[in-house]
């Protein structure tokens, strides 16, 4: 106890509730004739607490009864617990039935597509992107595009007749233009080849000659 | 399944039986308890019920488990310092003129109506002490295990409680 009086508060409250032994009455006597608190106290003593509350609630008179107002609400909590159980299965039931329905006639499965949403922008975000670099030597065969179609091809050609090796244009002028589809058969190492046997052409022809392909349109735009 | 409902439905049925008879054994004294609590006869009916309504809910949650008097008065105490401590932080309600107005006429002696103003000037803790020691007739440690503390502490309380309500009286007089 960290108030110095409360042991002996402790004992004066012990001898109101008529609690107290001898002992502890000459205690809180001893103590009660140097302290003018305690001294206040005892005079309390003279009139027991307990035995005059216990007079008071003696004379009392109210006897409610409550017996019938309990069990009549210990009744309804079983009814509104009741009800709430069988209200819940039926929600439930019900539910279940209406889900069974919609899908089993197909009507869920459409509401489903017709709410899924699949935005593009979800597939560049999710998909890896892959850039890939491809060595001029494999794009361009025989100074044309793999990747362009016949009739840029054919016009590649015709621009080229100028620049082929001399060697080449000595022997072969009544060939024609040479077939596109051949550089496109030839491999890789053989690409490089036939590459190599041109002589060097300055930027501008290059500009001239070489086709961009065309980008594909089913694949993402150009990141810049 | 079936097993566990039947199985509360014997447990709720026990437990109207033996809530029945605690009804009947204690309700009028807890009743005048807790309007000596309170001071508010409406007030007091209400957290009778709210307490032997407790009392249901755990007996039916455990019928095998024993239900004393003091669990009674110790649930009582806690729902009526709940409701002194709502009522304090609302602000006072009751015109001083009416006091004692929850007694009935027959009751209202000085004796009766002196009391409770100086219960009515006590602070929770030492009220429920004073109530539980003097009005239920508890010893001090019984008192202290309904209120989870010591028995010390209770007379203490009780020491103090004696002093307010002496202040009290003695400022009404």
């Not at chain 1, 889900?99 to 089993?104: E, G, K, S």
């Given at each position: ?24 009455r ?34 009392e ?57 699949t ?71 053989g ?34 | ?71 009674l ?24 003129e ?13 004796e ?16 429920a ?17 309904i ?5 010390e ?16 009286l003695?400022?009404?007089?």
């Open positions: 106890m960290k108030h110095p009086h409360g042991r002996f508060e402790a004992l004066a409250g012990a001898i109101l509730l008529d609690e107290a032994t001898a002992a502890d000459a205690e809180f006597a001893l103590h009660a004739e140097s302290c003018a608190v305690c001294r206040e106290d005892a005079a309390a003593f003279t009139t027991p607490l307990r035995g005059s509350v216990e007079a008071v609630a003696q004379s008179t109210w006897r409610p009864s409550m017996t019938d107002e309990i069990l009549e609400r210990i009744h309804e909590r079983h009814t509104k617990r009741t009800r709430f159980t069988i209200t819940t299965i039926g929600y439930a039931v019900v539910a279940s039935i209406v889900l069974n329905v919609a899908f089993v006639s197909g009507f869920g499965g459409r509401a489903i597509d017709a709410l899924r949403i935005p593009r922008i979800a597939y560049s975000a999710t998909q890896p992107i892959r850039i890939e670099h491809r060595p001029k030597v494999a794009l361009v065969v025989n100074g044309v595009s793999a990747l362009v179609g016949p009739r840029r091809a054919a016009l590649a050609a015709v621009a080229r007749k100028n620049i082929r090796p001399a060697s080449q244009a000595a022997a072969s002028d009544d060939i024609g233009p040479p077939d596109v589809f051949d550089g496109l058969r030839a491999d890789e190492s690409a490089r080849n036939v590459a190599a046997g041109y002589p060097p052409v300055c930027a501008a022809d290059l500009e001239r000659v070489a086709v961009r392909p065309e980008p594909c349109r089913s694949m993402p735009a150009e990141r810049r | 399944m079936e097993n566990v409902f039947v199985l509360g439905v014997d447990n709720a049925l026990e437990a109207e039986a033996r809530i029945e008879r605690l009804v009947i054994e204690h309700q009028a004294k807890l009743a005048r308890y807790v309007r000596r609590f309170v001071n508010d006869r409406e007030a007091a009916l209400d957290l009778t019920q709210d307490v032997f309504f407790a009392a249901y809910r755990m007996l039916k949650a455990d019928p095998s488990r024993p239900l004393t008097a003091g669990w008065y110790k649930t009582a105490t806690n729902h009526a310092i709940s409701l002194l401590r709502k009522n304090k932080r609302r602000g006072p309600t009751v015109p001083l009416e006091l004692g107005s929850s007694f009935r006429l027959d009751e209202r002696s000085a009766s109506l002196d009391l409770q103003r100086a219960l009515d000037a006590l602070p929770s803790e030492q009220l002490c004073v109530m539980l020691t003097t009005y239920a007739g508890y010893s001090s440690a019984e008192a202290a295990l209120l989870g503390s010591s028995s502490a209770v007379r203490q309380r009780v020491c103090r409680a004696t002093r307010t309500m002496r202040a009290a003695g400022a009404t007089a």
